[in-house]
């Protein structure tokens, strides 16, 4: 099970595809609760790509076989050697820390989170970041490994050529990497605006009347969708990479401006008082043309193959076949539902998991039901995370004056090396973190499939454990007898 878990994972989880796909996307990551966040909620913008990776920091190339994509951003500023714009991670790092999805970590903490980013630094960064860029905490280039640990992200995916990747290749790698970031000019939508246009001219654009003239990432995947529905040949679907279950603050809804005021009093009330020409306009606008649902746009269209199903299903309804058009319309919902689940599925391993933790309970791994609340908050004050040399996740776990050690990952949580007991209780906090949690947090029904059956492996290996742990029964005791009769007294056995 150890063995083929990661191989699946990968298979499952980057959807963005081979390097014999081509793609570009909207990155929209949600809302920290931090910063500007904590008022505007916004969040952030990114480009994806399936055929570019990096090739440094800040020089573009194609993918080579085996590699997944990459995502391309700009912030107010990295805090690297030089002001760049801009900078390119590949995917898997940029969204969990590690190229490899099978060494993803599991949970989310800012530990973890912290030594991801110093791994990063270390890996990625050695040329653009030196030690003095590695001190500074609030420097942005931590944003560019590890963001689903932080937030939720979701890609708004289209498909391109090769010769639409070769020329922004060569552009990019051209031009000077000079950061020119402004907030009402040249924020990190505008720059994905300038990098979805450079492939389809006029696919993103600025909404003057959502945004007040300025551009947010939430208008960018919002006009690349609408395009995308103009154009059902680009084949249209979203990712979904779900913050990690864990102890980091869940991310916030990401918001453009009308609807920022549509839903937060704070702006609310001023504007009724001393706007109240302004607040009419803005929620109209909000109503007519603002509306956008990045957990609908996902459910809506999961995967590529549903996009291409999608796409036979128009030509089904052109020619009036009815017979193809109902094959096709339940081709469309058993691809969703194998994909996204249905209620009945989410809820029968709800139970599933109710009664393992009962059990957990019997057995004295936790003490009451409860304390599964708790098991993540445990491992982030008495754990501390480090990587070993072929890179994987590990943590060194402070229990009663004795260190055990635990994998984070799905390669390394079953090794021999890691802590059954610490192993199951974190995969039974991870999953019931997930089950417990909202629609928009909450991972595919494909990958939440193999991480339930990392869970039973690691139930079998803590229970096997106990097995070979537990003390051999004391034989049973005899129970005193009447004594002996007359006749026997003095004789031998």
Not at 81 to 91: C, D, G, T, V
Not at 112 to 135: D, H, N, Q, T
Not at 379 to 397: H, I, N, Q
Request: charged share 25%; net charge neutral; aromatic share 8%.
């Amino acid at each position: 099970m150890p063995r083929t878990i990661p191989i699946l994972v990968c298979a499952l989880l980057l959807l963005a595809g081979a390097p014999a796909r081509a793609d570009v996307g909207v990155v929209l990551n949600e809302a920290l609760g931090s910063g500007g966040d904590r008022i505007s909620a916004t969040g952030h913008s990114g480009v994806y790509f399936s055929r570019i990776c990096p090739e440094t920091a800040v020089k573009l190339r194609f993918c080579r076989p085996g590699e997944q994509g990459s995502v391309l951003s700009t912030y107010t500023g990295f805090g690297e050697s030089r002001p760049y714009e801009w900078n390119i991670a590949p995917l898997g790092v940029f969204v969990y820390g590690e190229a490899n999805a099978s060494q993803w970590p599991l949970v989310g903490t800012q530990n973890i989170k912290s030594a991801i980013e110093a791994a990063y630094r270390k890996k990625y960064l050695a040329a653009v970041c030196p030690a003095e860029c590695g001190a500074d905490q609030k420097a942005d280039w931590r944003y560019m490994a590890g963001a689903g640990l932080s937030r939720n992200v979701y890609i708004f995916v289209v498909e391109t050529t090769e010769e639409q990747d070769r020329e922004l290749i060569e552009k990019f790698n051209r031009l000077p990497n000079q950061n020119h970031f402004n907030l009402l000019t040249r924020n990190c939508a505008d720059f994905t605006r300038e990098v979805i246009n450079t492939y389809f001219p006029h696919a993103a654009s600025k909404e003057y009347l959502n945004d007040f003239g300025m551009s947010s990432p939430k208008a960018m995947a919002r006009s690349l969708t609408r395009y995308a529905q103009k154009h059902p040949e680009l084949k249209f679907h979203v990712l979904h990479f779900p913050q990690l279950p864990g102890t980091l603050k869940r991310s916030g809804t990401v918001r453009d401006g009308t609807e920022q005021l549509y839903h937060s009093i704070l702006f609310l009330v001023p504007l009724a008082a001393f706007a109240d020409y302004v607040l009419p306009a803005a929620l109209v606008s909000y109503e007519i043309t603002g509306r956008l649902d990045p957990v609908k746009e996902w459910q809506e269209h999961p995967t590529i193959e549903e996009a291409e199903i999608s796409s036979r299903l128009r030509e089904a309804k052109a020619e009036q076949d009815r017979e193809q058009l109902a094959e096709l319309k339940r081709a469309d919902r058993q691809e969703r539902e194998r994909v996204l689940g249905t209620r009945k599925v989410w809820e029968s391993y709800r139970r599933q998991l109710h009664a393992r933790i009962e059990q957990a309970v019997e057995s004295g791994l936790l003490p009451s039901p409860d304390a599964v609340d708790s098991i993540l908050q445990e491992l982030e004050k008495s754990g501390t995370p480090r990587f070993d040399a072929r890179g994987g996740l590990w943590m060194d776990v402070a229990e009663a004056g004795h260190v055990s050690r635990l994998g984070l990952t799905a390669r390394n949580l079953l090794s021999p090396e890691s802590d059954p007991r610490l192993a199951y209780r974190l995969m039974l906090a991870r999953t019931d973190r997930i089950l417990r949690g909202p629609k928009r947090g909450r991972e595919s029904l494909l990958l939440f499939r193999r991480n339930w059956a990392l869970m039973e492996a690691a139930a079998k290996r803590n229970a096997a454990t106990l097995v070979v742990l537990r003390p051999p029964a004391s034989p049973p005791q005899e129970r005193p007898g009447p004594p002996p009769a007359d006749d026997a007294a003095g004789g031998d056995d």
